[in-house]
């Protein structure tokens, strides 16, 4: 191949490719799932704190 026509070749694939960069940096991401998870972690020890701390009442035993 002709380095000319290579070199073209090459430039508008590079072009391509940073028109496809572009286009993916402007999609909007979902948040990311660690912090839900992470959340969710931290209410489950609060709940399981607060479970300790209080155990439930027994009804006393008269036999």
């Known amino acids: 191949m ?17 028109a496809q960069a572009a286009e993916y940096a402007r999609i909007p991401r979902p948040a990311p799932r660690r912090a839900l998870r992470t959340r969710l972690g ?11 701390q209080h155990p439930p009442a027994r009804s006393a035993r008269i036999a």
Do not use: C, F, N
């Not at 380095?3 to 940073?18: C, I, K, N, W, Y």
């Open 42 to 52: 931290w209410t489950m020890v609060e709940i399981g704190l607060r479970l300790a």
């Open 2 to 18: 002709h380095p000319d026509t290579h070199l073209h070749l090459h430039h508008q694939r590079a072009a391509e490719l940073h």
